[in-house]
């Protein structure tokens, strides 16, 4: 392959990395917009939406590639395990808030972060515990379907990937500027106290907030599945840090921040997992979180919510 | 749960209570000195001693941890980093895995006995083989530990506490994966194989374990020997004081630079330790022994035993480590014989070891939902207060039996003690002060009034350097202060109380006036640990430095000093900000609203107070709404609106300035006021 076609087909590699990212770096700043928590918990309720879309797909008879499927059909079973794995997930996403952390909510210090660490072991563990330490085969029904430009393939399952990470992002930011419910979220992020007595319902807004990321994770997690054709228990901490390098590279709190900076973390992994070394791959993400961090604390584009310390 | 649990160890720890704590504390600590040297010859089984040494290898990391996160309150979820390297530099010095040519450069080396000279494998040349004592690794990987505490530790000092948490974690994880891909150095991820064991005078430990747990036991003493002096030392409340507040620990002298790397570089020392005693334990290393579940074990430990509490930390380190290779082990065994008795075939399957990271987790959850505080709290709860104690003696008339030596001693001379010019401040496109110009003579008390919002409060976190000016000067006994940082502003003599009060809430009263000393105390990290008679002599004039400070106040916070500042009363708080400033020794004191929230009669006693401070020659700089107040104290009044100075001058002079009276009721009061007049007349 030429230079170019390295290039081409690795940017196709990470947009479609890129996409997952991004919904799991959507769950992170939609939290930290209003809760200012870094939730440790929503690596794991991404690893959890994997393995529920494999029962999903599973429980169509799908397994390994062998069965491909066409036309309704297969509409059909990627619209089920779609939804049944966002369901799950966001309920997970709030059932974690309401148990663990909405009795913290008003405790200063690090306790939140803490107790979202323990909850991430405990899915984290459950899992390990139950289905195994072994990778699962993830069953793959998309048709072959390829295209070559010059020496590069893009082929019919990555399409699809950004499709439904497009879709699902355009219907969050609608919902988000749009909705009552979004606007009062916008809201809660600027000034939860002020928010509450202009009579939004804190608690409620902070639920959604939760739902929305888990729900999304939970389709990140479906993506991942998708794309590397396995998943395993470990999968969540790796690919949450980078969502999470990305929710920060976006600017955390900033929505569409948080896209842009999930493609641009997936089309950094992909072109030095080309160019450099797969190994060192964490190393040069972690090294970006480190740099943003400290020399850009707000992001290429700004945070939106302000600093409430 | 909880109740029973305090009332079932109250029942047994009552027949001690007649004991002097001291003494208690004392036979406890021989106890436990007494049970862990004989530990081994009780157990007679070198399974169960290697257990114990390991718990004990844990106890020094949660010790380390509980540096950085306990005392100074940094959430660190990389700390395993720092066990890695210590580990591998111990591992690389005595391994063969680093082989380079033999050349003269290494016979120094050769004679102090670092090196060893061996033949080449291939060849006929000879190679150097590293062999660094275990004794030596100790110190070595200790100082390389903390000086990559300091180096991590630097980017994130400007961030915020969960920005913090999650560099260090990204450190944590660098770390691992350098060492599994720099394989020429570590071996990769094959690990280090053949690292030496520690020989003492000739005698190599080799793998029996009890040599090995009087090492470790040695090593937690040492620690927690170490952790407990620098947490009562002036070291110690310097961390507690940024754990507490930062911008009320920079106010106050703390410089959080130092003190931030300080707390990484020997939690960081302590960890890099234990991984020197830990390979040598093992005689391999690899990558997987210090990744992300190694520094969330650690943390584990601390948040079960109670954050910030020494003796706790090592009790939750001990305990997780023998749970994990004891109790599990023993639980799992009774529930198959529990199986066999009412023969159901998957109780006895069960293996409880491998569900220890899901216990982890469910700690974690627990600990913070329902005992913060953790097993043994860091701090211990207080006696509360008699009735005589707690009634108040009003003192009026300030006082005239003080001489509070060493505490203002200004003439009034007419120079300047602070001397603002043209100072102005804009944020984004506010502007909050406007070429201001202030004048304080020395020995004077000087008011500034305004309405809210005018930049009161913002003039004095200019001068105390919190916020940074855009243009002028500010000269301090014609020094001029302004751009150095807020803690050297302290240390020349400027303390200062804020508005909304910045306490350290969860330290005691006397903390708090020792926190206010921290830029005139000099005990250092050492002096702090080994506590020699200058030191104990100096801390010992402090705390007296403090009650004679608190003494100002009548008996308000003398019965005081041991409680907890985050329970006292709003005018007590408000207090002992006052003592906490004027403990530092200041040549002139801000008090920003100092009687806010007071009743008529605490501000008429606080106003002859202040007015006594003033008598000792101490220069006063005040913010003030209660007008009467500044009457009777002002020497000098200036009136700020909208960041500039639209009025000064004695107190008299100023009430009756007509801008004033705009400013303060505008201009249809004043107009109404003017027509009231005519009315009169008419």
Request: a neutral charge; proline letters at 4%.
């Amino acid at each position: 392959m030429t230079v170019f076609d390295l290039l081409l087909q690795q940017t196709i590699n990470g947009l479609s990395l890129g996409a997952m990212y991004a919904l799991l770096a959507l769950g992170f700043t939609l939290v930290y917009g209003i809760l200012e928590l870094i939730n440790f918990s929503h690596f794991n309720v991404f690893m959890i939406g994997s393995f529920i879309s494999l029962f999903v797909l599973q429980g169509f008879g799908l397994s390994g590639q062998e069965v491909i499927l066409t036309g309704l059909p297969l509409v059909g079973v990627l619209l089920a395990a779609f939804l049944v794995t966002m369901a799950f997930c966001g309920g997970l996403g709030i059932v974690i808030e309401r148990v663990t952390l909405r009795p913290l909510r008003n405790v200063k210090g690090p306790a939140a972060m803490i107790t979202s660490i323990g909850v991430s072991y405990i899915l984290f563990n459950v899992i390990l515990l139950t289905v195994g330490a072994d990778s699962k085969n993830f069953p793959n029904p998309l048709p072959a379907i390829r295209w070559h430009i010059g020496e590069a393939t893009l082929d019919f399952r990555v399409l699809l990937i950004w499709a439904v990470a497009l879709l699902l992002m355009a219907i969050l930011y609608v919902f988000v500027q749009r909705s009552r419910i979004g606007k009062a979220m916008r809201a809660t992020a600027q000034d939860p106290e002020a928010a509450r007595m202009m009579g939004v319902e804190v608690d409620k807004v902070i639920m959604m907030a939760f739902f929305l990321g888990s729900a999304l994770a939970g389709a990140g997690g479906l993506i991942f599945g998708l794309y590397y054709n396995f998943t395993s228990f470990i999968i969540g901490f790796t690919a949450g840090l980078r969502a999470f390098t990305a929710a920060v590279l976006g600017g955390i709190g900033n929505v569409p921040g948080a896209m842009v900076g999930g493609v641009l973390i997936g089309l950094i992994e992909a072109m030095s997992g080309q160019f450099i070394a797969t190994a060192w791959t964490d190393v040069i993400i972690f090294s970006i979180l480190v740099l943003v961090l400290v020399f850009k604390p707000a992001g290429l584009f700004g945070r939106i919510a302000p600093n409430k310390s | 749960m909880n109740a029973t649990a305090a009332a079932a160890v109250s029942v047994l720890v009552r027949p001690f209570a007649r004991i002097p704590e001291v003494q208690r504390r004392r036979t406890l600590l021989v106890l436990l000195t007494a049970i862990a040297l004989v530990m081994p010859i009780l157990l007679d089984n070198d399974a169960n001693t290697d257990s114990l040494a390991n718990a004990a290898a844990y106890a020094t990391l949660a010790l380390g941890l509980n540096i950085v996160v306990g005392f100074a309150g940094l959430l660190d979820l990389g700390y395993a980093a720092f066990f890695a390297i210590g580990a591998y530099t111990y591992g690389i010095l005595t391994a063969f895995q680093l082989q380079p040519e033999w050349s003269s450069f290494w016979e120094p080396f050769h004679f102090l006995g670092l090196v060893a000279r061996m033949p080449a494998e291939t060849g006929d040349g000879s190679v150097v083989h590293f062999t660094l004592s275990f004794w030596l690794g100790l110190p070595l990987a200790a100082g390389l530990a903390a000086f990559f505490g300091v180096l991590f530790g630097f980017p994130t000092l400007r961030l915020r506490g969960d920005y913090l948490a999650i560099v260090t974690l990204g450190f944590g994880e660098i770390v691992p994966i350098v060492v599994r891909n720099w394989s020429d150095l570590t071996n990769g991820a094959a690990g280090l194989n053949g690292v030496a064991a520690p020989r003492l005078f000739g005698w190599s430990f080799g793998v029996d374990a009890v040599p090995y747990y009087y090492v470790a036991i040695a090593m937690v003493a040492l620690l927690i020997f170490i952790s407990i002096r620098l947490r009562d030392s002036r070291i110690g409340r310097a961390w507690m004081a940024i754990r507490e507040d930062e911008i009320a620990a920079g106010a106050m002298g703390v410089d959080r630079t130092k003190f931030k790397l300080l707390a990484f570089a020997i939690g960081a020392a302590f960890g890099g330790m234990t991984g020197v005693f830990y390979v040598a334990k093992l005689q391999t290393a690899t990558p997987e022994m210090f990744g992300f579940p190694v520094s969330v074990m650690i943390l584990v430990m601390i948040v079960f035993g109670g954050i910030g509490s020494v003796w706790g930390v090592v009790l939750g380190a001990f305990i997780l480590q023998l749970l994990q290779s004891w109790w599990l082990q023993d639980l799992s065994e009774w529930l198959h014989a529990l199986g066999r008795l009412v023969d159901n075939a998957w109780l006895q399957r069960i293996d409880l070891v491998p569900s220890i990271e899901l216990i982890f987790g469910f700690i974690l959850v627990g600990m913070m939902l329902f005992r913060r505080q953790g097993l043994i709290p860091a701090t211990r709860p207080q006696a509360a207060l008699s009735i005589e104690q707690q009634h108040a003696e009003i003192r009026r008339g300030g006082f005239s039996d003080l001489k509070l030596q060493g505490l203002g001693g200004d003439v009034r001379t007419g120079e300047a003690a602070l001397d603002i010019q043209d100072i102005t401040v804009k944020f984004g496109g506010l502007t909050a002060l406007n070429k201001v110009e202030l004048m304080v003579p020395k020995g004077s008390v000087v008011a500034v009034i305004g309405p809210n919002g005018s930049g009161k409060s913002t003039l004095f976190n200019v001068i105390t350097g919190l916020v940074e000016a855009e243009e002028g000067s500010i000269r301090f006994h014609g020094e001029e202060i302004k751009g150095l940082p807020d803690y050297q502003i302290l240390a020349k003599g400027i303390a200062r109380t804020f508005q909304n009060l910045r306490l350290f809430p969860n330290l005691t009263v006397m903390e708090n006036a020792l926190i206010g000393q921290h830029a005139r105390l000099k005990t250092g990290t050492l002096a702090a640990i080994l506590r020699p008679p200058g030191t104990r002599e100096e801390e010992m004039r402090a705390r007296e430095w403090a009650m004679e400070i608190f003494s100002i106040f009548g008996n308000r916070l003398t019965p005081r000093t041991g409680q907890m500042v985050a329970g006292l009363s709003y005018a007590n708080r408000r207090r002992i900000e006052i003592a906490r400033a004027l403990a530092s020794r200041p040549r002139i004191l801000l008090l920003d609203e100092p009687t806010a929230g007071m009743n008529p009669a605490e501000t008429l006693e606080l106003a002859e107070q202040i007015k006594s401070l003033n008598g000792l020659g101490l220069t006063v700089l005040l913010i003030e709404h209660k007008l009467d107040v500044v009457t009777t104290l002002a020497d000098t009044v200036y009136v700020l609106d909208h960041g500039e100075v639209i009025a000064h001058g004695k107190p008299d002079e100023v009430r009756r300035n007509e801008e004033v009276l705009r400013a303060y009721l505008g201009r249809n009061a004043q107009a109404s006021l003017a027509g009231m007049g005519t009315a009169n007349v008419a």
